[in-house]
């Protein structure tokens, strides 16, 4: 793979944004079948041009207007804001306090740096392959209790180019939540809670609610090939020292003693949990695993950014921009491979660009009209570089939302017509 | 409920008792009543609810709302006066009725206002709390089925606070609510329904104010039951200013009594003192010259310029009286508002003693007072239970040398009323043909100084004024 020079950014963008970037799909999306009057045009996105400006309240008229004005502009980052109630362009002209924001999908962002006291390997902005396994326990973990809790069907998660993972929710209902209750969705996939001078971060109640449990099922089948083998988190006295400030200070000698007899963090985490599932500590006097557990969804359960959930107007990168210090595109992500997923896989700008020049060379006997060529060869050129993969997930996430809207409308009409 | 509108009708007294039907000791009060009753059954319906009410909500203010205490007592308090309590009984039927046409008469009394709408809403609601509280499980669910109420899914937006913070299980973006979490949205619901309803009531209250017979009855029961607000000024006049002095070691309740003595020491009072001690002043017939008299001629021998007086206070008095601004004519405070709202500071004198004196002080003023060791102690008990009312009707009966107060106190200005006539030797008579349901008290019986007995001085209290209702019922 080319390795990824910043410097070659604006060649680059020219390259993606005239034959790489996937206008057709990514119109398709956002325009939700036209349903609704107006619902692209005023949909609110910021441009990142280079030297770091930024543009806010861009707004078009079309597919092939979004087009020409990214192909213009050359955008080192792309941000999708909410919907409005006028074109984000003219808001200027709108009455004072009359231009609002309406709708938007519910997002996530799950960032890396907001697990930097519980993994071992990697600090701030970098990732590798063992604290990755935290994002993906935190897709399976969120994208089950917004599937089966609360009954989301449309939703797109996606690699946001470096250091996580966003997640965008877009069922029509859903869009047209209010600042309330996403606070409160994300009050409910909360369990973590403090800041760096809190050290136990997560308190169970004695009756623990179902979304508890199963999130700590789906944490079980990662934990001791996480926690115990690739971060290692009771490998010596002071990793485990960390482990034992979550513990009562009765049994901290013991379990020191006990930790110094063995040679795995497997085999001191077994010690441990024969320490605090009885004996001096215990729920309201009664035995079991709350604090097992409270460890373990410590180390492992998802940390959300309420900020980035709650505000309609909040804008989010969006999905196939490209991030400008790592190369990578955010590409979506296979729910049905979560467990395969390798960010260090994912497809930088210059890696597509260059499979994408191999293509060109190969091709060089076509002759024909610029323009249409243009375009055809935009429809095959993706298909043919490492992106193509990533689009069709973006594909089948489309076909989903195409027949929940036919379904939805052919419930509307047979409700509407006279018997 | 049809009232057939026009003059003096001589109304059918046909009932059509048996189409309407109450599968449940409770409701929801969804339906208006479709039949027809005599005036005098709807006079003794509404009555009958009020006191019931005024039970609500004294018990609400002496006990916590749930407990033992409260619980038995209200039961026993629905029982006497006969509306609908639990299935077991017989003949369900007509307590149900009654229930059901009180409450909807109440409605057209109660919504005239937004002070009247509030105080029948929370009572209505507290009743519908304890009622719903003592339903078995079964019976609850059939209940719920029945008022079209679905609690089985309610869609996750709708029951935000319930499962931001997990309280409820999710699935399928439905909440699942567990039984005891209902009572709260029900009792919502039903607040939200009932404010509702009062308002609409409202808007058609003319058409049925139009009706003379229902017109002065409808105002006499809000008027005279919210325990009275002392507003009218029946008895302006009839005080004059150099009576004051004596009449606030005799018939003063402790607040006003301490108020005025501020006054006279001071020379001057803040605004809450102003306020408090102002109105109760108007309400015991003070007229606007006289209190315009009386307030500056104290501040003035504070050695107030009589022209600030005149630029600042007596604006304020002018205004209390309605004769300025929004032209409000407002109403003395009760004892729940004197209890529960603005707190003196340091430099106040007013609020309750019983509520916001410190024990220590408390005692001292009640022994500068003449009141002897044993009733400050019972006085005392009473304040660490919190039953502030209750300890002022002992400092009553203290004062007054009775057993029994023989009312339950709510408002500062019926402590001086019910002083007045005890001193003035109990002229009014009660008319011969209203029967009271509870013995007079009896002068030489020691009778246990709790709720239960101010229970019974509350229904010989609104026997009493009964009497005005008399007039009104002349068919």
Redesign the interface.
């Known amino acids: 793979m080319e390795t990824f020079d910043p410097a070659e950014l604006p060649e680059l963008l020219k390259l993606y944004y005239r034959r790489l970037f996937p206008y057709a799909q990514y119109y398709r999306w956002l325009n939700y079948g036209g349903v609704i009057k107006n619902y692209f045009q005023h949909r609110e996105f910021s441009f990142t041009l280079k030297d770091d400006i930024y543009i806010r309240y861009q707004s078009f008229n079309n597919q092939s207007d979004l087009e020409k004005e990214m192909q213009k502009m050359n955008p080192y980052k792309i941000d999708i804001g909410a919907v409005y109630s006028h074109r984000p362009n003219q808001h200027n002209t709108v009455k004072l306090g009359a231009f609002q924001a309406q709708e938007k999908e519910l997002v996530f962002d799950i960032d890396m740096t907001d697990y930097d006291d519980v993994r071992r390997c990697c600090s701030s902005a970098d990732i590798c392959s063992k604290c990755w396994t935290l994002m993906t326990m935190a897709i399976r973990i969120i994208d089950r209790a917004l599937k089966?809790?609360?009954?989301?069907k449309h939703r797109l998660w996606v690699y946001s180019g470096r250091r996580g993972i966003h997640c965008w929710v877009c069922d029509e209902s859903v869009r047209k939540?209010s600042s309330?209750?996403r606070?409160?969705?994300v009050?409910?996939l909360s369990l973590v809670k403090g800041g760096q001078d809190v050290k136990k971060k997560v308190h169970l109640s004695e009756k623990i609610?179902?979304?508890?449990s199963k999130s700590i099922n789906i944490i079980k089948k990662y934990f001791e090939e996480y926690a115990l083998v690739d971060q290692d988190i009771l490998e010596n006295k002071e990793s485990w020292d960390k482990i034992l400030a979550l513990v009562p200070e009765t049994i901290h000698e013991k379990l020191q003693q006990n930790f110094q007899k063995c040679h795995s963090s497997l085999q001191r985490w077994e010690y441990l949990k024969q320490g605090i599932n009885c004996q001096d500590n215990t729920k309201n006097d009664k035995c079991g695993p709350w604090l097992e557990w409270e460890i373990m969804l410590q180390y492992c359960f998802p940390r959300l950014d309420i900020n980035v959930s709650k505000g309609i107007n909040h804008l989010l990168k969006s999905p196939f921009s490209v991030h400008p210090k790592t190369g990578r595109i955010s590409v979506p992500i296979d729910l049905q491979k979560v467990d395969q997923f390798d960010p260090f896989t994912v497809p930088t700008i210059s890696s597509i660009c260059h499979e994408l020049d191999a293509i060109s060379i190969n091709d060089e006997g076509r002759e024909g009209n610029e323009a249409e060529s243009d375009i055809k060869h935009r429809t095959r050129d993706y298909k043919k570089t490492s992106l193509a993969p990533y689009i069709k997930v973006f594909e089948q996430f489309l076909e989903k939302l195409d027949k929940s809207r036919k379904g939805e409308l052919l419930k509307k009409s047979d409700l509407q017509k006279d018997f | 409920m049809q009232f057939s509108g026009g003059k003096r009708k001589k109304l059918r007294l046909t009932g059509d008792q048996r189409t309407v039907s109450y599968p449940h000791s409770l409701q929801f009060y969804l339906e208006p009543p479709s039949e027809s009753i005599s005036l005098i059954e709807f006079e003794s319906l509404a009555i009958d609810r009020v006191k019931l009410l005024k039970t609500v909500e004294n018990l609400g203010v002496s006990y916590v709302k749930g407990t033992e205490p409260y619980r038995s007592k209200l039961e026993n308090e629905i029982r006497k006066l006969k509306f609908s309590f639990r299935e077991n009984l017989e003949d369900e039927y007509e307590p149900r009725r009654k229930d059901h046409i009180s409450h909807f008469i109440l409605r057209l009394a109660y919504c005239q206002s937004e002070d009247l709408r509030r105080w029948f809403i929370q009572q209505e609601m507290d009743l519908l709390r304890f009622r719903f509280s003592i339903l078995p499980k079964d019976k609850i669910q059939n209940f719920l089925k029945d008022s079209h109420l679905h609690f089985e899914a309610i869609p996750f937006a709708d029951a935000l606070d319930l499962f931001r913070g997990r309280k409820v299980y999710l699935e399928g973006g439905f909440a699942y609510v567990p039984l005891r979490d209902i009572v709260a949205i029900v009792l919502n619901e039903f607040r939200a329904k009932l404010s509702k309803a009062l308002a609409l009531t409202a808007r058609s209250l003319p058409a049925v104010q139009s009706d003379e017979r229902l017109q002065p009855l409808l105002n006499h029961l809000s008027h005279s039951y919210t325990g009275q607000d002392y507003s009218t000024q029946k008895n302006a006049g009839k005080i004059s200013l150099d009576q004051i002095d004596s009449l606030s070691t005799k018939s003063f309740p402790p607040c006003m009594r301490q108020l005025h003595k501020a006054l006279r020491d001071n020379h001057h009072l803040r605004h809450g003192g102003r306020m408090q001690y102002g109105l109760f002043l108007k309400g015991i017939g003070l007229t606007l010259e006289q209190a315009l008299q009386f307030w500056k001629q104290e501040f003035i021998r504070g050695k107030m310029d009589p022209d600030k007086f005149d630029k600042g206070y007596s604006y304020n008095i002018r205004h209390s009286f309605g004769k300025e601004g929004k032209r409000t004519d407002y109403t003395p405070f009760s004892c729940l508002k004197i209890i529960l709202t603005n707190p003196p500071s340091q430099g106040d004198y007013h609020g309750c003693p019983f509520r916001h004196s410190d024990p220590e002080l408390l005692k001292q003023k009640l022994q500068s007072y003449k009141i002897s060791p044993g009733g400050i102690h019972q006085i005392l008990d009473l304040v660490k239970g919190s039953h502030y009312q209750v300890a002022c009707q002992k400092y009553f009966e203290m004062i007054h040398n009775v057993d029994d107060c023989g009312f339950s106190l709510s408002h500062p200005n019926q402590f001086f009323f019910e002083s007045q006539r005890i001193l003035s030797g109990n002229k009014d008579i009660r008319k011969e043909s209203i029967q009271p349901e509870t013995p007079q008290p009896k002068p030489s019986v020691q009778k246990a100084k709790d709720a239960s007995s101010a229970l019974a001085c509350l229904n010989s209290s609104l026997e009493m004024d009964m009497e005005g209702l008399e007039d009104y019922f002349s068919e």
């Open positions: 089966e809790d609360f009954g989301f939540l309330a209750v606070s409160g969705i009050e409910y609610h179902p979304f508890v």
